[in-house]
């Protein structure tokens, strides 16, 4: 039975989406994978599932076969890139947002909250990195850009994009690491003003 | 590259009534050659006193200040090396206008001419083909129509344009930028850098840019590294500074025990 589905995110359907860029092998999307989402740290090898899956489920159809599994040739079937730009024209709600520390939050007890604090500046320090990888990133793609202009070739709208993508990258690794700091200072802030009260409380 | 301009140990406060307020706290700052390094934090947080201490406008209280192995302003302090020392140093010591350039958002007095303000810099230090170097630094931004106009005229887009003219004008080794390239839209900002960037990478000698700006979002495509400065510290920055809400009590926060005489003296002035 078919797992793809249109309102998230799956790995599927970016597979799919390369795909669609052009016929690939297993081992050539995992690679591309790994390039242009080098941040979102997908599950490496996911190729080598997801193309044999879409394919079976009819969004892909083999052209050539190779010497092993995973270098056996895919093209997306109009089934495929239905599917695809459907996902691609959807308008993404808030409500799609499923955010693991807003629903660990709602379990939370006080006993919990100087782990969910060390947790939550792990958490801050590894989007920290991360938004310093996306601002390198962002760099480079500039550099890129002026060095084009500079030999006077032509404006590369991928180029363009890809610039924006990486500026949108590092402009919501900054919020979130902002994000993350306010929050556990909020949670600290509980602890110190209620957890001696709750101390009291509980030893009578 | 190789290390243009190295802050170290840098502190600086203000008296605030009987409180010594510490602004920068043991600071520590380095910029390479074709380098732009941009420093953000909030309203009054101190990143415009960090840059006026980088380009030798202030002093700091302790640690050193060095442009290309230099130390900055070494003269200031004649007594505690000798006249003579001051006097050798005082020559080869960096000089604003000429090593180092600053350009501000505030510009100068609305009816100052475009092409004297570009021009300062250089005819401080005894250029005379000053308004044709203007001319060529304006044109090289895409300013040449402002050269015969008034500060006051000029747009705020015009005015970030003259700015880096002004800024690239010589053949400075650094370029400070306060606040200039703040305030404009995202794709005005995304112009702006590659500008900025265009001119890092042509000067000859290849020069470095230390910036400041008011957001992360603009600092992040301005400059290659952003640094916050927050209650005096200096760290990476990976997100918009703090809030600036209460602005007083963050003042208060950053009141500290500052570095005594003694410790000051063990550190250095900066200034030898």
């Keep these: 039975m078919s797992t793809t589905k249109v309102g998230e995110t799956s790995q599927k359907i970016l597979c799919l989406g390369f795909v669609i860029q052009h016929e690939d092998t297993a081992q050539g999307v995992d690679r591309r994978m790994k390039r242009r989402f080098s941040s979102e740290r997908f599950t490496r090898g996911i190729a080598h599932k997801s193309l044999p899956s879409l394919a079976e489920d009819g969004f892909l159809e083999l052209v050539e076969e190779g010497t092993a599994q995973p270098l056996d040739r895919y093209r997306a079937t109009p089934k495929g890139e239905e599917l695809f730009y459907e996902w691609l024209r959807q308008t993404e709600l808030p409500p799609t947002v499923r955010d693991a520390t807003q629903c660990k939050l709602e379990f939370y007890e006080m006993a919990e909250l100087p782990e969910a604090i060390e947790s939550l500046g792990e958490q801050q320090e590894a989007f920290g990195v991360a938004t310093d990888i996306a601002h390198e990133r962002l760099q480079e793609e500039k550099r890129a850009r002026r060095e084009r202009r500079r030999r006077g070739l032509p404006t590369d709208w991928r180029l363009e994009l890809r610039i924006a993508k990486a500026k949108d990258a590092v402009k919501l690794g900054g919020m979130l690491t902002k994000r993350l700091k306010e929050l556990r200072a909020d949670l600290q802030q509980i602890l110190d003003a209620y957890n001696i009260e709750i101390g009291e409380v509980a030893g009578g | ?272």
């Design chain 2, 1 to 272: 590259m190789g290390e243009l301009l190295v802050l170290d140990g840098v502190c600086k406060g203000f008296w605030r009534g009987r409180s010594w307020l510490g602004v920068l706290k043991d600071v520590g700052l380095e910029i390479e050659r074709g380098q732009v390094v941009g420093v953000i934090s909030q309203r009054l947080g101190g990143k415009t006193t960090l840059l006026e201490i980088a380009a030798g406008m202030q002093r700091p209280d302790a640690g050193t200040v060095t442009l290309a192995g230099r130390p900055l302003e070494s003269a200031r302090q004649p007594g505690l090396r000798g006249w003579w020392a001051a006097r050798r140093e005082r020559a080869t010591a960096p000089k604003l206008g000429h090593d180092l350039v600053w350009v501000t958002r505030d510009g100068p007095r609305q009816e100052l001419e475009v092409s004297k303000y570009v021009g300062w810099p250089l005819a401080v230090h005894g250029r005379s083909d000053v308004r044709t170097l203007a001319a060529a630094a304006l044109e090289r931004v895409g300013a040449q129509d402002c050269i015969s106009r008034q500060w006051g005229e000029l747009s705020n887009w015009q005015r970030l344009l003259v700015g880096l003219a002004r800024g690239f004008a010589g053949t400075p080794q650094l370029v400070i930028i306060d606040d200039l390239l703040d305030g404009h839209t995202s794709q005005d900002t995304d112009v702006a850098s590659d500008l900025l960037h265009s001119l890092v990478e042509e000067s000859e000698p290849r020069c470095g840019v230390l910036l400041s700006a008011g957001y992360f979002d603009s600092a992040v495509v301005l400059a290659d590294e952003v640094w916050e400065v927050s209650g005096g510290k200096l760290t990476r920055a990976s997100g918009p500074p703090d809030a600036d809400e209460d602005h007083d009590e963050d003042l208060d926060d950053v009141i500290v025990n500052f570095p005594t005489a003694e410790k000051r003296g063990s550190r250095g002035t900066g200034y030898a």
